[in-house]
């Protein structure tokens, strides 16, 4: 393939537009591949890095020689009738193409097998989408390196066997080998030192208590269940005072409330209701001029926006009686929620500026919930498998990380959580009570 896409065959112009075609080609099967491997499994987690952390050292160990293990691939070249059936750009994509399939041809070494293992156990799907793009391009890179001002055909066969010559003497397999035990280990000490499995109670007294959000400073309101009522409370400068209503959030010198029959607006201050809206529904979350909650109707659910200075409203997402809307939050501009279906859970992002929807996460083998925001943090629930983890996504770079893990088996689950300023806290429960905690 090589010796066909160079300069000395059809002129550098047409070199260079089959460069292209090429790494056009590779970038975009190598990205399906991701995205199919990234949606297969739930993602992330300390079992998911040990589990790939391991894979990479047991191929570290077959590349050194220590152990054999399985190498998928089908060892043949992309097809020569390609470059002498169609133009060379349409053949420099179509041999992009295949080659960014990745075992569909021969792989002197393990690395994409590793790649792909961790894309599945750990990337999600746009992740894996980006990690084997990066793979797609690589083979772009080595293909332009290895053809640039190529003059003649004896130059262009040289490269090649240049190319060759580093496997054989397995140095190249030493060295990735060696490449591969790095990887490993730090995955591993991502797994073990990447999940917090200890964190602090929040001191909100003897009865249980559930549903945090922070505010600045020492500000928490939350709710407190009493013989078996929930009532609304709110801790600032060291006092604690009951809230008209339950289910409370913060946002700011306000704190917004469900009464039952209405939302009330409270000023953290002096306790006075600033605001009454009589809406019909629940979970209400309040940032600037906005009002989200969500709301029964006869089709299904719903989570609607209410605009406090127009009173128009905005339906930001509705579903089926079978489809789960978690309670929503906002910090403006967006509006965070879970969604829950048969097929798939979801973390979906609303822009109130725009009107523009996204998926931040989805899995089809794990359910999210409780969603919260602040500015670009979000935090939700996620159960993988057994396990329950609280989990952050810092939306400006689409990292994620998992804050606290509670184990199956352990008798208590996560509930509903906050986030303020880097500042975290979930409750956790058990058949005989619940509490408020901050990772």
Not at 108 to 130: M, Q
Not at 151 to 167: D, P
Not at 310 to 317: E, F, R
Not at 321 to 345: F, K, N
Request: charged content about 15%; aromatic content about 8%.
């Amino acid at each position: 393939m090589v010796e066909t896409i160079v300069p000395v065959v059809h002129g550098t112009r047409s070199w260079i537009v089959s460069i292209v075609a090429f790494a056009l080609g590779a970038l975009a099967t190598a990205a399906a591949v991701g995205l199919v491997l990234g949606a297969l499994l739930p993602t992330g987690g300390g079992r998911a890095l040990l589990a790939a952390g391991c894979l990479a050292l047991a191929y570290a160990a077959a590349e050194l020689g220590l152990v054999r293990l399985p190498s998928p691939q089908l060892r043949r070249q992309v097809p020569q009738r390609w470059r002498e059936r169609y133009p060379q750009p349409l053949t420099a994509l179509l041999y992009g193409g295949g080659l960014g399939l990745g075992f569909v041809t021969y792989l002197p070494v393990a690395t994409l097998l590793v790649v792909c293992g961790g894309v599945a156990l750990v990337a999600g799907p746009l992740g894996g989408a980006a990690a084997l793009s990066g793979f797609g391009l690589g083979r772009a890179v080595v293909l332009f390196v290895t053809t640039r001002g190529v003059k003649t055909y004896e130059c262009a066969t040289g490269r090649v066997e240049s190319l060759a010559g580093w496997e054989r003497g397995g140095r190249l397999r030493r060295a990735n080998g060696l490449a591969l035990v790095v990887l490993g280990a730090l995955l591993l000490l991502a797994a073990f030192g990447g999940t917090a499995q200890a964190a602090t109670k929040i001191d909100l007294g003897p009865n249980p208590v559930a549903n945090p959000s922070l505010g600045d400073g020492d500000v928490i309101a939350y709710d407190q269940i009493t013989g078996g009522t929930v009532h609304g409370k709110l801790l600032a400068n060291g006092t604690t005072s009951a809230l008209p209503g339950f289910h409370p959030d913060v946002d700011g010198t306000r704190v917004v409330v469900d009464t039952g029959a209405t939302f009330e607006i409270i000023d953290v201050a002096t306790g006075n209701v600033v605001d009454t809206r009589p809406l019909a529904g629940s979970d209400p979350a309040l940032s600037g001029n906005w009002l989200v909650y969500r709301r029964v109707v006869s089709s299904g659910r719903q989570i609607v926006a209410v605009n406090l200075n127009t009173s128009a409203v905005k339906i930001i997402a509705q579903g089926s009686a079978r489809v789960d809307l978690g309670a929503p939050d906002v910090s403006w501009p967006r509006v965070v929620y879970a969604r829950t279906g048969d097929a798939r859970s979801a973390i979906w992002i609303f822009r109130l500026d725009t009107g523009y929807t996204r998926m931040l996460r989805y899995a089809s083998r794990a359910v999210y919930a409780h969603a919260a925001i602040d500015s670009n943090l979000v935090a939700f629930v996620r159960q993988v498998r057994a396990d329950q983890q609280f989990v952050r996504v810092n939306l400006l770079d689409d990292s994620g990380a998992v804050l606290y893990t509670q184990p199956a088996g352990s008798g208590r689950h996560l509930w509903a959580g906050s986030v303020h300023s880097w500042r975290f806290a979930f409750t956790a429960y058990d058949a005989a009570s619940s509490a408020i905690y901050k990772p």
